[in-house]
């Protein structure tokens, strides 16, 4: 891990008012924590949606359901997804992270809003 994606956490914790961060890459673990009690924004809501597939996020960071290389979301209701595709991404330290379906259906919802700060096993898709 450089020294600029350490910097980058740490605005990432700054700049999002987290109490603390992590990331691991190439078997070196970072993490920060800011000391004092922190106010940090709260994460989108977890939906449940009964008797669906969800598709949910495996990285904390901003929810990007259109990736910023094109115009058009990556899936829109009534889409067909296969196990494999992404349904959006997670911007994270600068990266962006896909959001991957583990298996196939047609999406029902789109339970995630663009630009939304989001936890880890946050609600995407639903996917009937």
Do not use: N
């Amino acid at each position: 891990m450089t020294l600029e994606e350490i910097e980058a956490l740490a605005a990432r914790l700054s700049d999002d008012g987290l109490a603390e961060i992590e990331r691991e890459t190439g078997g070196i673990r970072v993490l920060l924590k800011r000391g004092g009690a922190v106010a940090a924004p709260a994460a989108a809501p977890v939906a449940e949606v009964p008797e669906r597939t969800v598709v949910k996020t495996a990285e904390f960071g901003v929810l990007r359901l259109v990736h910023p290389q094109r115009s058009a979301p990556e899936v829109s209701v009534g889409d067909r997804v296969e196990a494999g595709d992404y349904v959006a991404f997670v911007e994270a330290a600068g990266q962006l992270v896909p959001v991957v379906a583990e298996t196939s259906g047609t999406v029902a919802e789109v339970l995630g809003e663009d630009g939304a700060l989001v936890g880890y096993a946050a609600a995407v898709v639903a996917l009937d």
